[in-house]
């Protein structure tokens, strides 16, 4: 099962590859991995979306408990949550036909062209992981330049949060 | 008190009560030997070779329950240092090892002798730093021996750069520290204790299997209170011997790979098994899909990682197992309940009945070799069963584990988790400047003697009077064993050509060599070599070449699949 592990852990140089270190040395799979500072400056947060039986999240939650430098963590897929990701994509949008069609299919995934060259369109889309799959389907292959993905964050609905 | 770093740094080790720090000297740390040398409160051993340093300190804290402390350079005295990290991590040994770095302006530029040690300690520490000003440096030593010797023990690496050496600061030793993101647990859930308790009494059939943990949390006489209340058969893991007395008859051996047919039989029958400090090691376990099918499993343990790690159990309790031992008691005494004991009785003669089968039975009779099994057994008589006996890895390991008696912890001293050949010399250099009254042996073979040899010279310096037992059967014993039975007897690069004199070498190095080729000689050998009260003695016996270690379950044997003698 999929499953969307957040983090908070203390904003130290090394505490990321500790992180990351532990994925490799035990074998689990790490599908995106976003981290940054949060409002306080100590602290970063991190989104980390891995895959695997019941027993092995569980041990990966036990594993990252144990690293010294994480705070707190909690599974968002156990409870009702939100997930987003951001994508930038570069298009192909040198026809005049392609152009429309491309603008058209923006709109649609409420995105936004960020920047336009007589060639191009750089184009911002946040949803689900799915919904930036879907659009990436939808465009034509060759139509694709480039693809930036920031990888998942996810937090919980409700009062429900991961504070210390 | 504006002091240097250096300064600092040995104020600080002082603080934290470090009688001796195992280490080489190196550019790197120039300073801070400086400031070592100015002093007399901490008195630093010099090792031969940094693996030996941390071997050394590992065998300080497993027979003080202290942590150890190492300071080594930065570069190869870095990496040379890994392997003796890496055992003690395995095996949860409090341990400090302070790197030497270059200085930080050269950090990352290859300088001389550069290495990224937080990079390569990293997946063999419990936690590790850099310290990158003069300003930390006491708070992360603080830390440092915190982290190394709270919750679920293991060795923590300073990395200190030269210049941070040299720069000063004003020095104050923080007296109380909190780490808001570590907060290890110590007492147990008295719900989930109630529980156990209630199911420990309902058992038909029960084991106490227990390990490192009990050692480590000082645990051993609530363990074995609780067995008496109890009346129930206990077992120990390799890293658990001396957790509860051998000599008790309640005590059934040791379990596992080589563990005795009781041990082993008991834990795949029991309906209630009570793990204690245990980690359920595939060396445990075996096979396990097959590991113990009927059992109802309690585990205490004080890191959550390892419960259900392996095995899924019933009733986890995360805890020191100290507190938790005691809170045990406690619940029993207050009960009214009782452990069933007709159903005890029944069980009791079915483990006499599987003891009986006498299952470290050998050759006793011979007198054309010398049995292995018998120097080890003829070692416990010699030294009365008292002495603080390490090991290194291999059969002799094995032999050791299943012939010497440990009535008592921190007596055991081995590498079991990582199983490091080279481990045993050193440590019982660390075991024997903690207790230097006591008699110290290594257990060893002429493979894995020869991984850290050169730690003799050490012996010499401290005039450390190592009683050496060397079971010499010219081969790499464990790898020939399982060349002879999974290998068709291919004997691969186990056979130990052009071996030393041993005696001869032990001379060199100033010490006394012996060799013993006869079994009437075995005991008067020792006889002679315990009396060299001041002396290393190094005895070389020649032992039965192609002997091996029994009980044995193969490889993805279940527990019940034992290959008998």
Known sequence: MRHIISILLENESGALSRVAGLFSA?????ESLSVAPTDDPTLARMTLVTHGTDEIIEQITKQLNKLIEVVKLIDLTEGAHIER????IKVDAGARDTREEVKRLVDIFRGRVLDVSGKTYTIEITGSGQKLDAFIGVL???QIIEVVRSGVTGIARGEKALTI | MVLTGAEILIQSLK???????FGYPGGAVLHIYDCLDQ????RHILVRHEQGATHAADGYARATGKPGCVLVTSGPGATNAVTGIATAYMDSVPMVVITGQVPTPLIGNDAFQEVDSVGITRPCVKHNFLVKSVDELAGTIKRAFYLASSGRPGPVVIDIPKDVTAHKAEFKYPSKIDIRSYKPVTRGHPGQIKKAVKLLLSAERPMIYTGGGVIWSNAAKLLTEL???LGYPVTNTLMGLGGYPATDRQFVGMLGMHGTYEANMGMHQSDVLLAVGARFDDRVTGNIEKFCPDARI????????SISKNVKVDIPIVGSISDVLAEMIRVLKETKRKPKDAELKVWWQQIEEWRAMDCLKYDRETTQVIKPQYVVEELYNVTEGDAIITSDVGQHQMWAAQYYKFDRPYQWINSGGLGTMGFGMPAAMGAQFAYPQQTVACITGEGSIQMCIQELSTCLQYSLPLKIVSLNNGYLGMVRQWQEFFYQGRYAMSYMESLPDFVKLAESYGHIGMRIENKADVVPAMQEAMQQKDRLVFMDFMTDPEENVYPMIPAGGGQNEMILV
């Open chain 1, 26 to 30: 035990r074998g689990y799979n790490i």
């Open chain 1, 85 to 88: 990701e951001m994508m930038l």
């Open chain 1, 140 to 142: 034509n292959k060759k």
């Open chain 2, 15 to 21: 603080k934290e009560g470090v009688e001796y720090l």
């Open chain 2, 39 to 42: 002093q007399d409160d901490i």
């Open chain 2, 227 to 229: 067995a008496g209340i």
């Open chain 2, 298 to 305: 309690i585990h205490i343990d004080i890191d959550p990682s």
